[in-house]
C-alpha cells in the first residue's frame, strides 16, 4: 500500500517571502503521479500542481514549483511571492498509474496548514 | 468548462431521513468519486465510478448508497445516517483516473 507523509501539520510565512511544503511517499510501483492540492477555508479542493513519475523535470506553475527525488521518494512544494491568498490547507497527493481505462484512488498526506502574515 | 457542481451546499437531515447528494461535471470525465472529509483532515476515498460501473467500494457502510445514472452525474443516496456521519462530502472526476481530479465545492452535511 502507499502512504503518504507531510511532517509539518503547521507552517507561516510573511507575505512576499518564499516557503517550502514536505512531502514523502512509499510506493514500490514505478508509474505513479504526484499532485499538490490546496484547500482554502471556502473548502473547494484545487490543484496546485501535478508530477508524473516518469518525467525527471520539476514541474512548476508560475510561483508554485516542485523538487522531485524520485529515489527519496520525496516531493515538496515551493511557493514563492507568497500571497495572502496562499493561506489554506495543502495535501500532497500519489496516485498509481493506470492502464487500459481503470481508475485509481488519490492516497493524501494528513495536510500541512499555512498561513500567510501579511 | 472546469466544474464539478456539487447540490445541495449544507445539509441537516434527521437519524430517520432519506436524502441524496448530487455532483454533476461536463467535462467528458469517466472517472468519478466521493470522499468524505472529517475537519481538520485529508479527504478518505468512499467509492469509485469508472465508465458509470462502480471499480472502487472502500467498505463504506451500506447506508451510503452510490449511483452513476450517466456519464455526467454521481449521485449519493442517504439513509438512516449517524451523527458520525457528519462531515463535508466532496465529489471528484477525473480522465479516466489517469490525470488529476478536479474536485466540487462539497456538500457540508450534519446529521442530528
Known amino acids: 500500500a502507499q502512504t503518504v507523509t507531510q511532517s509539518q501539520p503547521e507552517m507561516s510565512v510573511q507575505e512576499a517571502e518564499t516557503v517550502t511544503l514536505s512531502c514523502t511517499y512509499d510506493t514500490s510501483e514505478n508509474n505513479y503521479y504526484l499532485f499538490w492540492y490546496k484547500q482554502p477555508p471556502s473548502r473547494q479542493m484545487i490543484l496546485v500542481i501535478r508530477q508524473e513519475a516518469y518525467k525527471q523535470q520539476n514541474a512548476t506553475e508560475n510561483r508554485f514549483s516542485v523538487n522531485f527525488q524520485k529515489a527519496a521518494k520525496s516531493f515538496s512544494l515551493k511557493i514563492s511571492d507568497s500571497q495572502l491568498g496562499d493561506t489554506a490547507m495543502y495535501f500532497c497527493a500519489f496516485m498509481k498509474g493506470v492502464s487500459q481505462g481503470g481508475s485509481e484512488k488519490l492516497v493524501f498526506g494528513k495536510g500541512t496548514k499555512l498561513t500567510v502574515n501579511p | 468548462d472546469t466544474e464539478v457542481t456539487q447540490t445541495p451546499k449544507h445539509l441537516v437531515m434527521g437519524m430517520t431521513n432519506k436524502k441524496s447528494l448530487k455532483c454533476e461535471q461536463h467535462?467528458?470525465?469517466?472517472?468519478m468519486y466521493w470522499y468524505k472529509q472529517k475537519a481538520k483532515k485529508p479527504p478518505e476515498l468512499m467509492f469509485v465510478y469508472s465508465y458509470e460501473k462502480l471499480s472502487i467500494n472502500e467498505s463504506v457502510p451500506s447506508r451510503f448508497s452510490p449511483e452513476c445514472p450517466n456519464s455526467s452525474l454521481l449521485n449519493l443516496h442517504l439513509h438512516a445516517l449517524q451523527p458520525e456521519d457528519s462531515a463535508l462530502y466532496l465529489c471528484?472526476?477525473?480522465?479516466?483516473?489517469?490525470?488529476?481530479?478536479?474536485f466540487g465545492q462539497g456538500t457540508r452535511l450534519t446529521v442530528v
Open positions: 467535462m467528458g470525465h469517466r472517472a
Open positions: 471528484a472526476s477525473s480522465y479516466r483516473g489517469i490525470t488529476e481530479a478536479f
